[in-house]
């Protein structure tokens, strides 16, 4: 009787001790999400302003660099400052990507009213450098047909035109270094200055409000943890419980090679989230020897196993294969290092799969042989893949990053309904190699 009275006694307190522990666990749970929600709130408010702060300074670094191009232009008349100028204006672009980024934050918004204004000004500004570096392309004695279009379309006054040179060159520094252009860079400064305040107001008053509210959650967090250890106390003898019984049910994923829950108690919690990690860097370990397997470890483009892939695979009724060569590569590597000759065949390779779309397919298939598969194609597109490769050359035959000039021989082969790679292959080596008779530094089509 007395041992009847001791099981009921335990199923009641267990009942007792579940609810409780639920009701707590429950509470615990919205408590701590609204935590984390209220920290990940002040954490997006923090991050938001520190983007903010780097695009307002971006679109102010990138206006002041250009009013440094401009004046040392019309300074020195060295034509490099002016190549910078219009590399800002038309490709580095950090003006007009800094309020993008903000635009795409903040639009219709006051700070965003600002700093839009501030690029206004920085644009209307642009007329009046591009009047000076004009009258210094004509103070100079350049041909102004040789300077970009943006410049050539800028028309001097008859009475601008008719200076001596040297009033043109001292009228070009007025327009850069005197009041009225002072005036104006400081009305971009202040309108970018205002976005900056406006943000970091309202940033603050975000994160007062967040910090009280996670001052709050924290105390009820405190309180809910005192209470769950004065129950654990008392259910120390239910640990087998609740560890088992989620014990159980992780065998069932293990086998199932899944990721185990986790729940259960602390400890099982601590060996779910081991098992889960190396779980985690097994897989990555796997994807990572199947991504090794099919990728060229030099130059991160896909090997020549991923070319066999892509060669078996692709549509070649709608598809164009071509051939690179690096001409006199042996030249480079031997005559500069193996070094400089691996950092070469990098330079290649980023250059040819930049120059190319996400969906075709570079691949290296030899120490210094490329190759691209270039998908929804036709021969219809020929003058545009030699385009292409022109492009190509012309970028590495600058010879930046300390590199030597380099230049690349291309031949290509359009596929047909025969999906015949191997004659493919071969139409595109042929052209190849005429090519690299003819000294190199060019692109055939197969059959030309």
């Keep these: 009787m007395l041992h009847k009275n001791k099981s009921v006694s335990i199923r009641h307190i267990q009942l007792m001790m579940a609810l409780l522990m639920l009701v707590i666990s429950i509470l615990l749970l919205i408590t701590t999400y609204r935590t984390k929600t209220g920290y990940s709130r002040m ?27 401009v004046r040392c232009f019309v ?3 060295k034509r490099e400052y002016l190549d910078n100028y219009f590399k800002e204006v038309e490709v580095t672009r950090r003006r007009d990507r800094a309020l ?14 600002a700093l839009k204004a501030a690029m206004q000004e920085s644009v209307a500004l642009m007329d009046r450098e591009y009047y000076a570096m004009r009258l210094a392309i004509a103070a100079n004695g350049y041909e102004v047909k040789d300077f970009p279009e943006a410049i050539q379309k800028v028309e001097l006054s008859e009475e601008d035109a008719l200076l001596p040179r040297v009033k043109q060159e001292i009228l070009a520094r007025k327009m850069v270094f005197d009041d009225v252009y002072h005036k104006k860079k400081d009305s971009i400064s ?48 239910l640990t087998t419980l609740l ?15 899944q990721p185990i829950p986790i729940k259960g108690s602390n ?4 060996l779910a989230k081991t098992y889960n990690l190396m779980y985690e860097a097994n897989q990555e370990k796997t994807e990572r020897l199947t991504y090794d397997a099919t990728h060229d470890q030099l130059t991160g483009i896909h090997n020549r196993s991923g070319y066999m892939f892509f060669l078996k695979n692709t549509d070649w009724n709608t598809s164009a294969l ?3 060569d690096v001409d006199k590569f042996k030249q480079i590597n031997d005559g500069n290092g193996h070094e400089l000759g691996d950092r070469a065949l990098v330079k290649v390779a980023a250059t040819i799969r930049d120059s190319f779309r996400n969906q075709d ?24 893949v030699a385009s292409k490769v022109a492009r190509i050359n012309e970028i590495l035959g600058r010879g930046e990053d300390g590199l030597p000039p380099i230049s690349l021989s291309c031949g290509v082969a359009f596929g047909d309904e025969s999906q015949d790679t191997e004659a493919i292959f071969k139409r595109a080596d042929a052209a190849l190699y005429v090519v690299k008779d003819a000294g190199g530094h060019g692109c055939r089509i197969g059959n030309e």
């Design 190 to 237: 202040a309108h970018v200055q205002h976005c900056l305040e406006t943000l970091a107001n309202e940033v603050d008053a975000h994160q007062e409000a967040a910090t009280d509210a996670l001052d709050n959650m924290l105390f009820k967090e405190r309180t809910l943890i005192l209470v769950a250890i004065l129950a654990t106390l008392f259910t120390m003898l």
């Design 243 to 257: 560890v088992v019984s989620p014990l159980l049910r992780a065998v069932v994923y293990i086998r199932a090679d």
């Design 361 to 384: 397919h570079v691949c290296r298939i030899g120490g210094d042989e490329f190759a691209v598969i270039m998908v929804h194609t036709d021969p219809s597109h020929a003058e545009l």
């Design 100 to 113: 993008e980024s903000i635009r795409n934050i903040v639009d219709d918004h006051v700070a965003y009213d």
């Design 75 to 77: 300074e020195t008349g």
């Design 43 to 69: 954490r997006e408010y923090t991050g938001q302003y520190i983007q903010w702060e780097r695009d307002a300074d971006k679109l102010q670094m990138g206006s002041d660099y250009l009013t440094e191009q």
């Design 322 to 324: 071509l051939l690179f």
């Design 267 to 270: 400890e099982f919690q601590f």
